[in-house]
C-alpha cells in the first residue's frame, strides 16, 4: 500500500553533514507520524527523531542540537539534516511512517535504509 524510499546516506568525516530524505508513495490518506531510526552493526534500533502530523519534533538526547528532523508535507517526504557527525552516528538509518491509507486502516511502513559512515 506505502512505499517509503530513502536517499542521502553516504561517507564522512566527523564533523560533516549530511541530509537524508525519504518520500512517501502509494495509498496515503493521512501520514500521523514520520520519524527516523538507526541501527548501528551489533546494536539494537534506535529512535533518532520523530515529527508528528500536527509538526512537533522530538530528537534523542544523543543527536539533540546536532540533528534536525523536518518534512514536506506536499510531498510526503521527511528529512533529516545531521551537523556535526560523529563516528558513534554510524549506522543503517531507517525511515518510518505510521499511515492511514484509508480512515479505517492505519499501519507502520518502513524504508529499506540507507548508511551513514562516519570516519574519524
Known amino acids: 500500500q506505502v512505499q517509503l524510499v530513502e536517499s542521502g546516506g553516504g561517507l564522512v568525516q566527523a564533523g560533516g553533514s549530511l541530509r537524508l530524505s525519504c518520500a512517501a508513495s502509494g495509498r496515503i490518506y493521512r501520514i500521523n507520524t514520520m520519524g527516523w531510526y538507526r541501527q548501528a552493526t551489533g546494536k539494537q534500533r534506535e529512535l533518532v527523531a520523530i515529527?508528528?502530523?500536527?509538526?512537533?519534533?522530538n530528537v534523542a538526547d544523543s543527536v539533540k542540537g546536532r540533528f534536525t528532523i523536518s518534512r514536506d508535507t506536499a510531498k510526503n517526504t521527511v528529512y533529516l539534516q545531521m551537523n556535526s557527525l560523529k563516528p558513534e552516528d554510524t549506522a543503517v538509518y531507517y525511515c518510518?511512517?505510521?499511515?492511514?491509507?484509508?480512515?479505517?486502516?492505519?499501519?507502520?511502513?518502513w524504508g529499506q535504509g540507507t548508511q551513514v559512515t562516519v570516519s574519524s
Open positions: 518510518n511512517g505510521n499511515i492511514n491509507v484509508n480512515v479505517l486502516i492505519r499501519g507502520d511502513y
Open positions: 515529527i508528528t502530523s500536527g509538526g512537533s519534533t
